[in-house]
């Protein structure tokens, strides 16, 4: 069963456009929403992260945007560059306890010239 | 390097064989996680330990597998008798527990089995 679906698997965006990445979750325990950023050959790395008592967070070029009665979120990367060609993973844990984080599939990212 | 390091950064092994990984977490982390990752999947957890004690295994973790943090600082995983459905990347990751949510991955040990 997978808790966290995520859309799409793979994008291609031009420089300086716009990424957008969507998941949805099932879970109503979930209470943390992190996005992970994964290069080739390395681990993920925390990006930026969301709790349901907001509906947007920024970071930089990094947006999420949250819509807790419709269980969704999504990832918004303005004026994205190659370097940020990657896989996104979104994610859904509760923020007490440990981190027993469910991903979601994956998003490949391409940012070309 | 303060970060989460895992040895080795590749096995390949034979169907059968037993393996082990290593994980060093980031050093005043007592909080340590493994999670697994097939090719085109998101990581899947694993196992968890708070300091040298594991409080949650996965159903995914069979009993061919078996983790250990003998004395809360390194951990190791074993996997025994090793099948082709084990191929997979094998992730480790560590936080404070005052910081609980943000999680350090390490690079990982892919795992190939012929």
């Known amino acids: 069963q997978q808790q966290v679906k995520q859309s799409p698997q793979s994008l291609i965006v031009q420089k300086g456009g716009i990424s957008i990445i969507n998941c949805a979750y099932e879970?109503?325990?979930?209470?943390?929403f992190p996005w992970y950023q994964q290069f080739p050959g390395k681990g993920p790395a925390l990006l930026i992260a969301?709790?349901?008592?907001?509906s947007e967070k920024k970071e930089g070029r990094f947006t999420i945007s949250f819509n807790k009665s419709a269980k969704q979120f999504s990832l918004h990367i303005m004026d994205s560059q190659p370097g940020d060609s990657a896989t996104y993973f979104c994610?859904?844990?509760?923020?007490?306890?440990?981190?027993?984080?469910?991903f979601g599939i994956g998003t490949k990212l391409q940012v070309i010239p | 390097d303060t970060g989460v390091s895992q040895n080795p950064r590749h096995k390949i092994t034979k169907r059968g064989q037993n393996v082990t990984f290593r994980c060093d977490p980031i050093?005043?982390?007592?909080?340590l996680y493994w999670y697994r990752q097939t090719l085109g999947q998101g990581p899947e957890f694993l196992t968890y330990?708070?300091?040298?004690?594991?409080?949650?295994k996965s159903r995914l973790l069979s009993d061919r597998f078996s983790a250990e943090r003998p004395k809360g600082s390194f951990s190791t995983l074993e996997i025994q008798r090793t099948e082709q459905g084990d191929s997979a990347m094998y992730l480790c990751?560590?936080?404070?527990?005052?910081?609980?949510?943000?999680?350090?991955f390490g690079s990982g040990t892919q795992l190939s089995v012929l």
């Open positions: 990751a560590s936080s404070l527990e005052t910081t609980n949510e943000k999680l350090f």
């Open positions: 879970n109503t325990a979930f209470d943390y």
């Open positions: 969301i709790r349901p008592d907001v």
């Open positions: 994610a859904a844990s509760t923020a007490g306890g440990y981190q027993k984080v469910t």
């Open positions: 050093s005043e982390h007592n909080r």
């Open positions: 330990f708070q300091n040298e004690a594991q409080l949650e």
